[in-house]
């Protein structure tokens, strides 16, 4: 059985570390390289659908635009990125195999009652450690990918000299 992760995109960016201090499509662009290079969707047979409120006019994408991509990436045009994702909720003729990735309380309820499986923000983005060998042992000294992404921006700007 194949999973499809329908990803909330702004609702992941805007509460995680290290993407709460960048500019938005630079949160944006890192968040979909990170999924990508961590290889989150865990199996080349599961897909990851990104679904951010906005227009793709607006905010390009130009390195997850095309169809070689692992990751799809929607813009809702109009609507809530919320709408868009029960609309493909709907249109699936098998939600069970659905994992909406969120913590909007009410995209939850919608997904569940329509038989979705649900994963919180922080699970998700902990698959990181777990495909990369990461501790198994929450007490242990290690650094996780987000701090270890979070650390090099800040070296970048103090050593480079990079603006935020």
């Given at each position: ?27 944006r662009?890192?968040f ?40 799809r ?7 809530t ?15 069970k ?40 042992n929450?007490?242990?000294?290690k ?11 800040e ?10």
């Open positions: 059985m194949s999973l499809h992760y329908i990803i909330d995109g702004y609702n992941v960016v805007k509460q995680a570390s290290p993407w709460l201090d960048m500019p938005l499509k630079e949160a662009n890192s979909l390289e990170f999924i990508q290079d961590k290889q989150l969707a865990g199996s080349l047979r599961n897909k990851i659908t990104v679904v951010f409120d906005g227009r793709d006019d607006i905010f390009s994408l130009s390195s997850y635009s095309d169809d070689t991509s692992l990751i990436t929607i813009f809702s045009k109009g609507q990125a919320d709408d868009v994702i029960l609309e493909i909720l709907n249109n699936s003729p098998n939600p195999d659905i994992v909406v990735v969120s913590d909007d309380r009410a995209l939850s309820q919608s997904a569940r009652a329509s038989s979705a499986q649900l994963m919180q923000v922080k699970e998700f983005l902990a698959k990181a450690d777990r495909h990369r060998g990461g501790p198994a929450p007490s242990d000294n650094l996780s990918v987000l701090e270890e992404k979070q650390i090099n921006q070296l970048r700007k103090i050593w480079l000299k990079e603006k935020k």
